[in-house]
């Protein structure tokens, strides 16, 4: 049937390269069709291209089936492979090219194609790396979900341009750039690429990590970009709602989530609520952080219930450590997915039933969230549906009314547990497997696609089972461990902050002032300083003995803990100066707050002999008595002016080793805020002009709190003052009654009608010899805070931990203690307190 | 709600007011024994000191006892440059002669009246121990200026309110003044009480309304430790009520008189509006 032309041809091919050839025979079926000067055009093709490269020709011939079937047509592609033969090295192009062209023109048109082939060949023109890596990108990912030429072409401009200017490769543009365009749109390419190409320069390794999304500026730009709603900032508004809805205790993390990984749930493990960095709206988020915080109040980690299910399961549960869930779904096998979709059903139905009891309209709520998602995954639409259809059916359930589905009924008792859940999911799952009611579930984006907004699967983390299923407790047996005192500290040489904290034990010893029973003041400490090189622990250094309160035994320890007084070792003045530098806008704000308030703040002294002001009450006063016969004292006059001074204060910060912490939100350690805000503090206090004096503590065992004397009264306010509080850090325990007595004693040198200790924490008292007894330093810190206030004193207490509401009331008595939520904000915060509690 | 002192409006009056049987009682619900202890404390004339947060209801409380007991009230509200000249009294001018006007504590004593100082530490502490030599067996005011002392009628009683927060601190009464008083202790109703304080305070407040209101302050109490210096009062309550009455949304109703008024911070705002959004809006 052949032409001679054609049979010539192959003729020629079978002497050069018969491998070729019968290759060539097996396709030529379906070239023949488009007649005889196509198939010249084609089996020349085919010869060009294999003796350029011969990977290149088979490629070609073995794809041409393929692209001949979806675009009906062999001349239009032949040639544009043809034409990205004319590079050297070209034939992964030609590989790629031959792969992609089916779905090219399947997706794109003949049209579409044409472009999407010509903007490949300009890449080669650019580069053959850039032209080959093009290519080899699956078209369907360069256009996105329906995008189309359009789309490659969009995708195609930031490319181009980075090209041009920063000769950014595209091999590593692209991959990156897909995937950024598809969560972020297009529009969002080219700033991360600009970043990327930045980063490029300083470093290649750092800048492919870049672009392969694995760094962590990467994904920080990424998230910062993402639509939805951003959870990681609204830590303080999730936390409160938590405490309103569900009580105290909770406690939220951020998980790794990050946005390549699919849609973005709540995950909880028996002690913590994960969130995902971003969320569809604010809706789902805080539907999911009160159902996630519902599993943990309402026993799907209860002990009991969890070992009831696995033994209904058949599987093992393990006596104590944390449990894995994987043997619940592991019977199903391929199937895991449908049964998971419908345990999770069961389970958050129960769980949801008791929400709506402690949450208003919380059915309401999810219910019209989850309608006004218009999308179905087309595979787990029934899972979505009858998720909506039991919702409303619980709501009726918790009206009273009669439900419509009597399967799902018994979960919305109050008595439900995890195995009822677990139990009633089985049922359902047996029927569904017989109706195919519930259709089975094999992919992954179905599967997520499944969840109601809110909610999610319960099961992405080991599981920590809880002892104690009282739904009231306040505090979940997971925090208990998290609350661990700081003693892990003791083990501080080898966290990275041991170069911060030279000044621990021995170091700090050099430092030391010989112990003095009496606090004479400054100018006994300067004398002692330059002979504190006195080595070993005689009693002279042994400090100023305190009592210590022992509940156990009501009475107090005589001379039980031994405070030594030192000078910080260390300073940092470049430190300080870019705090000074940070905060100097909040300073700036301060100060001018606190020179508005100065006119009212110095209450003007009235009835003075002279002044710069008539006190007119007084003038009255006086004109009135003097006409009435009497010889009133000529006290007429106001004058605005400082009173002698009336409020002192202690700023006493805990330097125990928990400041050093990395704060969980990120940009840096809880110390540079506390360094701040001392700072802060003392800069404002200049201001204000009250007397004042800055202190730290730290303690190891009983005989060993260290009072770091930062500023005293009367001493100014210096450079070498500011340095030290730079180079403030944290070190061992906090043993606080100790050091609240000791600053109590410092108060009795001072003149002042008011006097105010200002503790600022971020933990509960504890030390290393407490033997995990907690109460014995709180009731000895509740002790020392009573003799301070029997001495006149008014101790207050500034605390970062959210916990502290546990223990601080019992410590301070309510109204004296703050508890701040934010970290971030106690540099600005802690002036401010200070201002509104001297009013 | 028609007091006693609010007969004739918009026409000044003496401080001094001995309620009228066709008044209309001020409306109180006790919320404990504190009817009957001060009963008890006024039998004997013995100070009372009242505790509590702010809009919880010692004032209504007192101007309820004194209208039971058929007492006049007088209300000083203290501040920071009250003097003791403001509460006792002061030489005036009054052409070329002088004349002595009795403060609002030396008529309260003249007339048998209860004397109520409100939030007293807010008054600087020098102005306050006038009070000593009235709260004790002595009974006694001494008018320093004049040279005299009056023993206080029969039939009068002080009364001193303040509201411990941390804002105060600084400002606590001297213990020595303290010890003087029988002290009640306020704070905001139980749920059955404050939904009949809404519905007695605003009539033609629905069942419904009244519930969720009250369900919404108890929330809204949570938050008292994130930063509110206040928490949410029955007082806030009742015009929350109020502003619903008056034919507005409920939502809107209680933003602008739940939310906006005590607090600044957008955050706190929003979880505010999050629990009222949750009682609220279906």
């Known amino acids: 049937m052949s032409s001679p032309a054609i049979r010539t041809l192959l003729d020629a091919i079978r002497e050069s390269n018969g491998e070729l050839l019968s290759e060539i025979e097996g396709v030529l079926p379906v070239i023949r069709p488009h007649g005889e000067a196509a198939t010249l055009d084609w089996i020349n093709a085919c010869r060009t291209l294999s003796d350029f490269e011969r990977d290149a020709g088979r490629a070609f011939v073995r794809g041409s089936r393929e692209a001949e079937k979806v675009s009906e047509s062999v001349l239009p592609w032949t040639r544009q492979a043809l034409s990205i033969m004319r590079w050297r090295h070209s034939s992964p192009a030609v590989e790629g090219f031959m792969r992609n062209l089916p779905r090219a023109f399947g997706s794109l048109g003949h049209a579409g194609e044409e472009r999407w082939a010509n903007i490949g060949l300009t890449w080669c023109a650019r580069s053959i790396e850039c032209g080959c890596a093009y290519f080899a990108t699956p078209v369907l990912d360069v256009a996105g979900r329906g995008g189309g030429i359009a789309a490659i072409e969009a995708l195609n401009t930031p490319a181009e341009e980075l090209y041009e200017s920063r000769k950014l490769q595209l091999a590593t543009f692209l991959p990156g750039a897909i995937r950024v365009r598809n969560l972020l749109g297009v529009q969002a390419v080219l700033p991360w690429a600009m970043r990327g190409a930045d980063i490029m320069q300083s470093g290649r390794t750092r800048g492919e990590a870049y672009f392969r999304l694995e760094s962590e500026e990467s994904l920080a730009l990424l998230l910062e970009n993402m639509q939805g709603y951003k959870l990681a900032d609204r830590n303080r508004l999730l936390g409160i709602l938590l405490e309103v809805w569900l009580g105290e205790g909770l406690e939220l993390k951020e998980s790794t989530w990050s946005p390549e990984k699919g849609r973005p749930f709540m995950e909880i493990d028996g002690e913590s609520l994960y969130f995902p960095a971003v969320m569809g709206n604010r809706e789902e988020a805080i539907i999911s952080v009160l159902h996630a915080a519902g599993h943990m109040r309402h026993g799907t980690f209860d002990r009991t219930a969890m070992k009831q299910m696995f033994t209904d399961a058949k599987a093992e549960f393990p006596e104590d450590g944390p449990v894995s869930w994987s043997p619940i779904f592991a019977r199903y096998g391929e199937d895991a997915m449908r049964f998971q979709l419908i345990f999770d059903m069961c389970e958050d139905l129960r769980i949801e039933s008791r929400l709506q009891k402690q949450i208003p309209n919380y059915f309401q709520r999810l219910i019209s969230n989850a309608e006004a998602a218009r999308t179905r995954h087309p595979d787990s639409a029934e899972y979505y549906d009858l998720g909506i259809a039991t919702a409303r059916d619980a709501l009726r359930a918790s009206r009273g009314e009669p439900v419509l589905d009597a399967r799902f009924a018994p979960l919305f008792e109050a008595g439900a547990t995890l195995a009822d859940a677990h139990r009633i999911a089985c049922e359902i799952y047996a029927v569904a497997e017989q109706d195919a009611s519930l259709p089975p579930v094999r992919d992954p984006e179905a599967f997520t696609a499944a969840f109601l907004p809110g909610r999610g699967p319960n099961s992405t983390r080991v599981a920590h089972p809880q002892d104690n299923p009282d739904e009231n407790s306040q505090t979940q047996p997971g925090q208990q461990e998290e609350n661990q005192p700081d003693e892990q500290g003791e083990d501080e040489s080898e966290s990275p902050q041991e170069s911060e904290t030279g000044d621990e034990q021995d170091g700090g010893e050099k430092q030391e002032t010989a112990g003095y029973g009496d606090t004479s003041g400054a100018a006994k400490r300067a004398e002692s300083r330059p002979d504190g090189t006195q080595q070993g622990r005689g009693p002279a250094d042994k400090g100023i003995p305190y009592p210590e309160w022992d509940y156990r035994e009501s009475r107090y320890k005589k001379n039980w803990s031994w405070v030594q007084e030192k000078r910080l070792g260390e300073s940092n003045l470049s430190e300080t100066q870019r705090l000074m530098k940070q905060y100097s806008n909040a300073l700036k704000r301060l100060k001018k707050a606190i020179q508005s308030q100065k006119p009212t703040r110095m209450a003007p002294r009235v009835k003075q002999l002279d002044g710069d002001d008539m006190d007119l009450n007084a003038v009255i006063e006086f004109v009135a008595e003097k006409i009435s016969g009497r010889s009133p004292v000529p006290t007429i006059y106001r004058r605005r002016e400082q009173n002698q001074r009336e409020i002192s204060v202690i700023l006493l910060a805990d330097m125990s080793t928990s400041i050093m912490q990395h704060l969980p939100e990120g940009g840096g350690r809880l110390v540079d805020r506390i360094r701040a805000g001392v700072l802060l503090f003392a800069e404002s206090m200049e201001e204000v002009g009250d007397n004042y004096a800055i202190a730290g503590f730290c303690s190891k065992y009983r005989d060993n709190v260290s009072y770091y004397n930062i500023k005293d009264f009367g001493e100014s306010y210096n450079e070498d003052v500011r340095s030290q509080i730079g180079g403030l850090s944290g070190r061992l325990a906090t043993r606080m009654g100790a050091a609240i007595r000791h600053a109590t004693k410092h108060f009795e040198r001072v003149e002042s009608r008011r006097r105010l200790l200002l503790l600022l924490s971020d933990g509960r008292p504890e030390d290393y010899d407490d033997g995990g007894d907690r109460r014995y330093l709180h009731e000895d810190t509740r002790m020392a805070v009573k003799e301070a206030v029997a001495k006149g004193v008014h101790p207050f207490c500034i605390t970062v931990d959210t916990m502290a509401n546990q223990y601080l009331p019992q410590i301070f008595g309510a109204g004296h203690y703050l508890v701040l939520d934010q970290i971030n904000s106690l540099p600005n915060k802690l002036p401010e307190i200070y201002l509104k509690l001297r009013k | ?282």
């Open chain 2, 1 to 282: 709600m028609k007091t006693a002192t609010a007969r004739q409006r918009g026409v000044e009056h003496d401080i001094v007011q001995i309620p009228l049987a066709s008044d209309t009682a001020p409306y109180y619900e006790p919320q404990g024994n504190e009817v009957a202890v001060f009963e008890a404390a006024y039998k004997r004339r013995l100070p009372v000191m009242l505790k509590g947060p702010t809009g919880c209801g010692k004032t209504r409380f007192l101007e309820h006892m004194a209208f039971q007991l058929k007492r006049p009230l007088v209300t000083v509200s203290c501040h920071e440059d009250l003097t003791s000249s403001d509460l006792v009294g002061r030489f005036l001018l009054e052409g070329a002669e002088t004349v002595w006007q009795d403060g609002p504590l030396t008529r309260a004593v003249k007339a048998g009246a209860i004397c109520y100082l409100d939030e007293i530490v807010e008054a600087r502490t020098d102005s306050t121990v006038v009070i000593h030599s009235l709260t004790d067996h002595r009974r006694k005011l001494t008018i320093e200026k004049k040279g005299q002392e009056i023993d206080a009628h029969e039939d009068f009683m002080l009364v001193i309110s303040y509201n411990p927060g941390y804002q105060t601190v600084l400002k606590d009464l001297k213990p020595s003044t303290k010890q003087r008083f029988v002290g009640l202790n306020f704070d905001f109703p139980t749920e059955e009480i404050e939904r009949k304080i809404l519905m007695a305070e605003v009539p033609g407040l629905t069942h419904e309304n009244a519930q969720q209101l009250v369900a919404t302050g108890r929330k809204a109490r949570l938050l008292k430790d994130h930063g509110l210096e206040e928490a949410t009062s029955t007082r806030a309550l009742v015009y929350a009520a109020s502003m619903m009455c008056a034919g507005l949304d409920p939502v809107a109703a209680c933003q602008v008189a739940l939310v906006n008024p005590i607090t600044d911070d957008p955050e706190l705002a929003e979880a505010l509006m999050e629990i009222v959004n949750a009682h609220f809006a279906v």
